[in-house]
């Protein structure tokens, strides 16, 4: 039942430019003892997320160094994901907790999907929690399991925690973004990758101001004013209401903005529509908020030009990322939000330096082959 994702081509040596020589040296090095071993990546869906958009670049490079390497998704109906639903927002602090008929439905869906699964990987690599029963019912498919964990699990919901910890607690390796993001109880050492970014994706690649400034257009933004935005999925733990009101705060003392939320339905995220339409009567008709999907012809590239024409992007953003003042801000609520991005729409010399500052730390740290190093290097100090 598991699916392969189709995938193209990527070249390590087109990202030479960007990183440098002395890091596409090295990896090349991580790689060479590695050749021909085979890597299985296993995730919820193949679009509409950040772990697909980090797979759709990692898989094919992994390939390009000598590995091995495969993606595929696992597959489910409604009922599956409504559970893997749950337990994504309630592993986040949400109260509900997945009963025990949601729990058998889980480990249902897994036994069906481990049905497929071959049995002569090197190494497995599970990502987040919907697919995390894999190894307790497929453990003898590869020599190594690791669970790559993408979401915060530092105030779940201890119930739903408690059910899940004994499936993590069977893999080989665990991988987290943050030290902070690692939940009480986990036994063993986890390892801390940060996430990064593909800078020569669709969604990332420089566009020009005249085709970003085409393409806002196309979809009602008027590129003469200012544009605050935020690309995310639409789910709770993304506030995009709370960003509609830092919205309605900015206008109150700057009529002239606009705002845009970007979002992508994913198939593992039958809770998204609803989300997504909650949202929409929350806007009330507004002229000036853009609310769009995938589905209304938004893809990486209409993402890119309204990321660059805006001029607060993502409000909220990642610690690990953003030193907050200096390569941009972090904020805990709509009212700090507003603050923000005031301070940038008045003051296009603090935007600039605060652009130019974070571009340089993506560049430096969170880019994809600095990812891909760190996956080199873990696969070889586990002998893979």
């Known amino acids: 039942m598991l699916q392969d994702v189709a995938l193209g081509e990527r070249s390590l040596a087109d990202y030479t430019h960007l990183v440098g020589r002395g890091l596409i040296e090295e990896i090349r090095q991580l790689a060479e003892p590695l050749a021909g071993k085979r890597v299985l990546h296993v995730s919820a869906t193949g679009f509409g997320g950040g772990v697909s958009e980090i797979l759709y670049t990692m898989v094919p490079l992994m390939r390009d160094v000598g590995l091995d390497a495969h993606w595929r998704v696992i597959l489910g109906r409604e009922e599956f994901f409504n559970v893997t639903k749950l337990m994504h927002n309630s592993l986040q602090g949400d109260p509900q907790a997945i009963t025990d008929q949601q729990w058998e439905v889980f480990e249902a869906y897994h036994a069906m999907n481990a049905q497929s699964l071959d049995d002569d990987w090197d190494a497995i690599v599970v990502h987040d929690p919907q697919p995390a029963a894999m190894r307790a019912i497929a453990a003898d498919r590869s020599r190594i399991w690791i669970w790559r964990c993408h979401i915060d699990l530092s105030t779940p919901n201890k119930e739903t925690l408690a059910r899940l910890l004994p499936l993590l607690r069977e893999y080989d390796e665990t991988i987290w973004h943050l030290e902070q993001y690692v939940p009480a109880g986990m036994d063993g050492d986890a390892r ?5 970014i593909d800078p020569l994706s669709p969604k990332n690649m420089a566009l020009s101001p005249e085709d970003a400034a085409f393409v806002c257009k196309q979809f009602g933004i008027d590129v003469e004013r200012p544009l605050i935005c935020q690309v995310s999925r639409f789910d709770p733990w993304k506030d995009p209401m709370g ?5 309605r705060l900015v206008r109150a003392e700057l009529p002239e ?3 845009a939320l970007v979002g992508s339905m994913a198939t593992d995220d039958p809770e998204g529509w609803e989300f997504f339409h909650e ?3 929350y806007a009330d008709g507004d002229p000036d908020i853009k609310i769009l999907n995938n589905l209304n012809n938004v893809g990486a590239i209409e ?3 309204f990321q660059s024409q805006a001029v607060a992007g993502n409000v ?3 610690p690990l990322q953003i030193i907050d003042g200096e390569t941009g801000y972090l904020i805990s609520s709509p009212d700090e939000a507003a603050d923000r991005a005031l301070r940038v729409l008045r003051d296009p010399a603090l935007a600039k330096r605060l652009g130019r500052a974070g571009k ?12 891909l190093r760190d996956w080199l290097r873990l696969f070889g100090e586990i002998e893979l």
């Open 360 to 371: 340089e730390r993506a560049r430096e740290l969170f880019l994809t082959p600095r990812l």
């Open 316 to 318: 909220g953003g990642i």
């Open 279 to 281: 949202t929409f009567s």
């Open 243 to 247: 960003v509609i009101d830092a919205f």
């Open 303 to 305: 993402v890119n030009a």
């Open 192 to 196: 801390i990758i940060p996430p990064a």
């Open 257 to 259: 903005v606009q705002l």
